[in-house]
Nanobody, 127 residues
Framework: EVQLQASGGGLVRRGGTLRLSCAASGFTFDDYAIGWSRQVPGKEREGVAC????????YYSDSVKGRFTISSDKAKNTVYLQMNSLKAEDTAVYYC????????????????????WGQGTQVTVSS
């Protein structure tokens, strides 16, 4: 069973940093890309980053590019999201999911229809 557990959220001041972790289990880590999305109540889920375990390529939304960095520790089956220069608009619940590693879903951050979202982690940025 594919399982992903996000952690590392918290309350941080504007301009601060956080590092989120996504621990994966139940599947061969290299068989999927790992994507991060976020959701604010009343709004659609937004894909923010994706790590391609196939070629170590990374992809970001325009809203986080230059501030967030996605990385992987394959020995730990874990993907990280380093978030710097946080803004109030980054406040959301952050989720990670296993994404089909071939095709365009990871590069385009198209996570629609995925059902293996783990429990999210709340990030709150105070102004």
């Amino acid at each position: 069973e594919v399982q992903l557990q996000a952690s590392g959220g918290g309350l941080v001041r504007r301009g601060g940093t956080l590092r989120l972790s996504c621990a994966a289990s139940g599947f061969t880590f290299d068989d999927y890309a790992i994507g991060w999305s976020r959701q604010v109540p009343g709004k659609e889920r937004e894909g923010v980053a994706c790590f391609s375990t196939y070629d170590d390529a990374t992809y970001y939304s325009d809203s986080v590019k230059g501030r967030f960095t996605i990385s992987s520790d394959k020995a730990k089956n874990t993907v990280y999201l380093q978030m710097n220069s946080l803004k109030a608009e980054d406040t959301a619940v952050y989720y990670c999911a296993a994404v089909p590693k071939y095709g365009s879903r990871c590069p385009t951050l198209d996570f629609s229809g995925l059902t293996n979202w783990g429990q999210g982690t709340q990030v709150t940025v105070s102004s």
